[in-house]
């Protein structure tokens, strides 16, 4: 999921928005599994576990920031993982 920046993003507030979301819901949940900036830092991309993009859409939108206007669902795209270090750390 590429977030959009909703009416209030500023790079400033990217780099506030990190830092807010390492202990925030959808992280602890494992909704969020890695995210962070891209490219110049003026979009970020997240990867997240979910069945579909709606699930992804209702869980941002019941995000707090959605409802502020600071963040937004910009694309959604399926990836398939087929490369894992850390899938050969548990088998040796």
Do not use: K, N
Not at 80 to 86: N, P, T
């Amino acid at each position: 999921m590429r977030p959009g920046g909703g009416l209030l993003w500023t790079a400033a507030s990217s780099f506030r928005y990190f830092f807010y979301l390492r202990g925030h819901h959808l992280v602890t949940d494992g909704f969020i599994l890695v995210g962070g900036p891209v490219g110049d830092g003026q979009q970020t991309l997240h990867v997240v576990e979910a069945c579909d993009e709606t699930e992804v859409r209702r869980r941002v939108a019941e995000d707090p920031w959605a409802t502020l206007g600071l963040l937004e669902v910009g694309a959604i795209q399926p990836w398939a993982l087929w490369l894992d270090f850390r899938a050969t750390m548990t088998t040796g």
